[in-house]
């Protein structure tokens, strides 16, 4: 199975300022006969489902503010917030859909310093 | 518009069985990738089981034998039957949908609002 590991577990981060989470594949999860990454974010509030955010590492989903964004390849990938917002503030999931079983980071909490 | 709603969970005895039912709408199930996903403080996210639109199923190992998904064409709407539960099966589970078009595995596009699964005697 595919191993993804998030950092920090958790964050605290003031109003406005940059927000940055890491996610790390035990391997790679670039197709290149597609040149894609498998890699999808979500946001999850409490009491409510996952939602989300960004696929193919880097494209936002319909709806999605453009504050948050996605980024990196092979194994390293990067979801931030450009300008953290009291709105923002969840815990936020990395998932590869490379190999079978997909597989999820163990999240990590973003809140208002 | 698409939406999933969930219904069926409770406090269920070890060994006992239990169905989790999903009615869509806004989009043809039979016709899209659909999954259970159950979720714990312990171990996170858990994708159990996946089902085609042409009809072949996928199941995490921890269910293989136990759980079976489904769908009624006629309801639109999913079904995940859990037969043998056990305490680890408590959980909080989702029903989603994955995009139209894409590889054999997918990200999931739009989620159920969960329903609580609790084994325990």
């Known amino acids: 199975d595919i191993v993804m590991t998030q950092s920090p577990d958790s964050l605290a981060v003031s109003l406005g300022e940059r927000a940055t989470i890491n996610c790390k594949s035990s391997?790679?999860?670039?197709?290149?006969?597609?040149?894609?990454?498998?890699l999808a974010w979500y946001q999850q509030k409490p009491g409510q489902p996952p939602k989300l955010l960004i696929y193919?590492?880097?494209t936002r989903e319909s709806g999605v503010p453009d504050r948050f964004s996605g980024s990196g390849s092979g194994t390293d990938f990067t979801l931030t917030i450009s300008s953290l917002q009291a709105a923002d503030v969840a815990i936020y999931y990395c998932?590869?859909?490379?190999?079978?079983?997909?597989?999820f980071g163990g999240g990590t909490k973003v809140e208002i310093k | 518009e698409v939406q999933l709603v969930q219904s069926g969970g409770g406090l269920i005895p070890p060994g006992g069985s239990l169905r989790l039912s999903c009615a869509a709408s806004?989009?043809?199930?039979?016709?899209?990738?659909m999954s259970w996903v159950r979720q714990t403080p312990g171990k996170g996210l858990e994708c159990v089981s996946i089902?085609?639109?042409?009809?072949?199923?996928l199941y995490a190992d921890s269910v293989r034998g136990r759980f079976t998904i489904s769908r009624d064409n006629s309801k639109n709407t999913l079904y995940l039957q859990m037969n043998n539960l056990r305490a680890e099966d408590t959980a909080v589970y989702y029903c989603?949908?994955?995009?139209?078009?894409?590889?054999?595995?997918?990200?999931?596009?739009?989620w159920g609002q969960g329903t609580l699964v609790t084994v325990s005697s």
């Open positions: 989603t949908k994955s995009p139209v078009n894409g590889t054999t595995l997918r990200y999931f596009q739009h």
């Open positions: 193919w590492a880097s």
């Open positions: 806004g989009f043809t199930v039979s016709s899209n990738y």
């Open positions: 391997q790679s999860i670039l197709y290149r006969a597609s040149n894609k990454n498998y």
């Open positions: 089902l085609y639109s042409g009809g072949s199923t």
């Open positions: 998932q590869q859909h490379y190999s079978t079983p997909v597989t």
